[in-house]
T-cell receptor, first 112, second 111 residues
């Protein structure tokens, strides 16, 4: 079993839809959870950074962590064509993040 | 502000040739630096990380090596490239409580 599992997609939605992206993990020691967005042929960029369980909202993006289920989600409201990218979840055990683990990424296309 | 530079953006190299990819960071001192490889449709594989000048930790036995000759410089090298070394190479630095900031990546094709 991989430490971090993420459905690779691809996922295609119409503009304006609510998008739900998910990752599961096997090690309950993970405490810091991140979502990265990666456009084609570019490096990943950090979208959301959360610690432990709970929700965090930033504009159209909401990150949700459920440590009891070992499950994290990223919701995108009112999706736009510019949201088309690969989304990577990541998590680490410690605050210094030297032990980061990444999911394989979900490719999202938002159609106009 | 902190920035990370990585070059070249693309590279096509013959099998058996040497490799040198460079990464530099500006606007911070003593950063933790990382080299990752991303294969098509797969996740990010950590290759090397460095917590300071001359300090290199290798995560996976590779045909690759890394060096950190200066505080804000991280170099990925190979003496003889293999076909399997093809991939998208990413340099990153760590911000405490903010995850990683990645460079724009180098797409390496070994032919």
């Amino acid at each position: 079993q991989k430490e971090v599992e993420q459905d690779p997609g691809p996922l295609s939605v119409p503009e304006g839809a609510i998008v739900s992206l998910n990752c599961t993990y096997s090690n309950s020691a993970f405490q810091y959870f991140m979502w990265y967005r990666q456009y084609s042929r570019k490096g990943p960029e950090l979208l959301m950074y959360t610690y432990s369980s709970g929700n965090k909202e930033d504009g159209r993006f909401t990150a949700q962590v459920d440590k009891s289920s070992k499950y994290i989600s990223l919701f995108i409201r009112d999706s736009q064509p510019s949201d088309s990218a690969t989304y990577l979840c990541a998590m680490s055990f410690t605050y210094n993040n030297n032990d980061m683990r990444f999911g394989a990424g979900t490719r999202l296309t938002v159609k106009p | 502000s902190q920035t990370i530079h990585q070059w070249p953006a693309t590279l096509v190299q013959p099998v058996g040739s040497p490799l040198s990819l460079e990464c530099t960071v500006e606007g911070t001192s003593n950063p933790n630096l990382y080299w990752y490889r991303q294969a098509a449709g797969r996740g990010l594989q950590l290759l090397f990380y460095s917590v300071g000048i001359g300090q290199i930790s290798s995560e996976v036995p590779q045909n690759l090596s890394a060096s950190r000759p200066q505080d804000r410089q991280f170099i990925l090298s190979s003496k003889k490239l293999l076909l399997s070394d093809s991939g998208f190479y990413l340099c990153a630095w760590r911000q405490l409580n903010y995850g990683y900031t990645f460079g724009s990546g180098t797409r390496l094709t070994v032919v």
